[in-house]
């Protein structure tokens, strides 16, 4: 057994349906049964396909709201206004919205996914257009269109962990491997810089820990285990309390 497998034994086993992330999912559980999608996670792979997928549910129903929003506060002038001065000023009410929502950039449509459950075309009018989506084609489009937890990645074949869709941080990247922490499962998950496949993870503490963790601890954390030097692993995570004493010198007594 190696260093992280020995030090993963004692880590905290978090379940994926204790996290917040699980619970925010869940409150978008009854659009996503009326879409005909069943929210089933089983680990974390599947929490992370659904909080990307509800990341852009969210920005989705906040454009819905804005629109509704716009046409309600300017109805008495709207139909003094072109289509593009109305287009213009939804875009504007629409922008600081959309400067903090998680999004991917389409290199060949030349557009920002946002939502990343459908097309580019789609997204455009959704950000950029949205009054077409009015006509009653978009809308049984919009209305008819499937989609599931996997779409995005089907559409986009995006390595989701490095944008902003997801509550992960990159804690550690060199040539050989690319490390992301994912907070509410106290884990460091370590990917393969060249194919972007999964190799390993990381426990970042034990059952005991009950404190917050820092990201920048994270990143020492990896470095020592990055560089093999798991003893000053074993004495930086001690000193912090994110292990027991008692657990670092089991692990000690063999990894010196």
Known sequence: MGFIEKLNKYGVSISVHKTKSYENILTYQEYLNKKGIKVTIKNEVDLMKFIVLCKGLETQFQIDLAFELFMNSHHD??????????????NSDIALLLESAPFIYDEQAQT???????EPFLNKRYTEDYQILLLKQHRE???NIKFNQNTPNELYSVNYLKTNFLPTEIVYEDERHICFYFDDMKTVYIYNTDNQKQINKVI?????????ILVEDVKTLMAFIEGYDYSGCLAFIEEKGYYSKKVCTKIAKRFK
């Open 77 to 90: 002038i709207l139909n003094y206004m072109s289509y593009d001065e109305k287009r213009n000023m939804f």
């Open 112 to 118: 920002k996914i946002y939502l990343p459950y459908y």
């Open 141 to 143: 489009h919009i209305k």
């Open 204 to 212: 970042v503490c034990d059952k005991d820990y009950k404190g917050n």
